[in-house]
Nanobody, 125 residues
């Protein structure tokens, strides 16, 4: 079992930056894939980015603005978000999965077994 805790959310003006962090604890040696999802009120939870040992994925709307990275020694994954837009406003969730499920073509929530509680990101116009 893996426990995940996100941090780094907040309120920022459009054009600003935030860095989200996610700390994993528990059976972390089995984690191949770490990812970030987001959910705005109403819509389904959508994949933002993920990272496996040799694969990266970004949804089209964040390419060139967001960067995912991980520190395996610290069991952490980060999401650097630059040039934020009001449409980026959502609760952001960290997720992990033992296997290498990250796909450059996209991922879904069904592929991930462990989830954090989420951190709110609000971008004002």
């Amino acid at each position: 079992q893996v426990q995940l805790v996100e941090s780094g959310g907040g309120l920022v003006q459009a054009g600003g930056s935030l860095r989200l962090s996610c700390t994993a604890s528990g059976t972390v040696e089995s984690v191949d894939t770490m990812g970030w999802f987001r959910q705005a009120p109403g819509p389904e939870r959508e994949a933002v980015s993920c990272i496996s040992p040799s694969t990266l994925y970004y949804r089209d709307s964040v390419k060139g603005r967001f960067t995912i990275s991980r520190d395996n020694a610290k069991n952490m994954v980060y999401l650097q978000m630059n040039s934020l837009k009001p449409e980026d406003t959502a609760v952001y969730y960290c997720a992990t999965e033992p296997g290498p499920v990250c796909d450059p073509g996209g991922v879904t929530t069904k592929l991930f077994g462990s989830w954090g509680q989420g951190t709110q990101v609000t971008v004002s116009s």
